[in-house]
């Protein structure tokens, strides 16, 4: 159900992000939703809901707490997404207005190479947000069995209203509001950057000693960042765009680097820290 509501919710925010005109719209892909200019691809919230889904895994495996898990699964999110977007840009999955913010503007170089940095504030407000108010929501108790399964069944729905209504909150009347100050973006975006990472680092050292489980991370959540990786940095070369820029090509690599450390150092810290199996010995309250 977490998986198909990050489905859902991903859907649903770029529907509303396409039809608010929030200054990109998509190029055609085999199924689409709605009428163009303003229709969106399924695939896109596919890939939203598989690297929230997967992200979670991960931070789940680790025991954290609820705010720094959701706060890592957005690092995790945000680390694919920083090297995916500019090569995705570029093979023409998605258009990027930049021609009506002025001439000021390159096509690009703009930003993050052609990419705004609102885009990637975007995202982690969206991971953040999903996956904080679906595990909030998942504490709460029903007494009665029945009424218990219909909780669960709801839990996807109404994250998905609430995380819809505070990005939107977060990426306009919020974003307006900063701007007087001259808050822009790019600040944004480092300033959740870094409280963020923070979070990550204080919650992964604040876990308990022992996990619940010696079971090790699923393939699952290697696989999907190894590929969104290795699909676009491949694409990176064979499309030509890694002599565009070197500082582009650059980035995309150390993206990379990043992603593979982190998932080996976290695979590796999970099999040193994951707990026994429970012996005769142990009282079975312990389970």
């Known amino acids: 159900m977490y998986l198909l509501g990050g489905l859902g919710f991903g859907l649903l925010l ?7 005109s929030a200054g990109y719209r998509y190029g055609q892909f085999w199924v689409m939703f709605g009428v163009a200019p303003n229709n969106i691809p399924l695939c896109i919230g596919t890939g939203w809901a598989i690297i929230i889904y997967t992200s979670r895994l991960i931070s ?6 609820l705010w720094t898990a959701a706060a890592l699964d957005a690092l995790l999110a945000i680390n694919i997404d ?17 021609e009506s913010r002025g001439p000021q503007y390159n096509l690009l170089t703009s930003q993050w190479f052609g990419v705004p940095y609102g885009n990637f504030y975007g995202w982690l407000c969206v991971v953040f947000f999903y996956s904080s108010f679906a595990r909030l929501l998942e504490k709460v ?30 990426l306009f009347p919020l974003a307006d509001f900063l701007r007087l100050f001259g ?6 975006l480092v300033a959740l950057l870094i409280l963020f990472t923070i979070m990550a680092i204080r919650g992964f050292f604040k876990r308990p000693n022992t996990l619940p489980s010696n079971t090790p991370l699923p393939m699952i959540t290697w696989l ?37 450390a982190v ?19 142990q009282p079975a309250s312990l389970l």
């Not at 699909?231 to 680097?257: D, K, P, Q, R």
């Open 141 to 170: 108790q029903m007494k009665k069995a029945a009424a218990a399964r219909w909780w669960k069944a709801a839990i996807p729905f109404l994250s998905i209203i609430i995380s819809q209504v505070t990005l939107y909150i977060s």
């Open 82 to 98: 920083l090297s995916m977007d500019v090569v995705a840009y570029r093979l023409h999955m998605w258009h990027w207005d930049w």
């Open 183 to 188: 808050i822009n973006s790019a600040h944004r």
């Open 224 to 260: 999907v960042p190894a590929w969104f990786h290795v699909y676009f940095f491949a694409w990176l070369f064979i499309g030509g765009f890694s002599g565009e820029n070197v500082w582009m090509t650059t980035c995309s690599v150390i993206s990379l680097l990043i992603g593979i």
């Open 60 to 65: 789940d495996a680790l025991g954290m707490p």
């Open 263 to 281: 998932h080996w150092l976290l695979a590796i810290r999970l099999k040193k820290t994951a707990a026994p199996l429970v012996t005769q010995t």
């Open 14 to 20: 770029e529907y509303v992000n396409v039809a608010t």
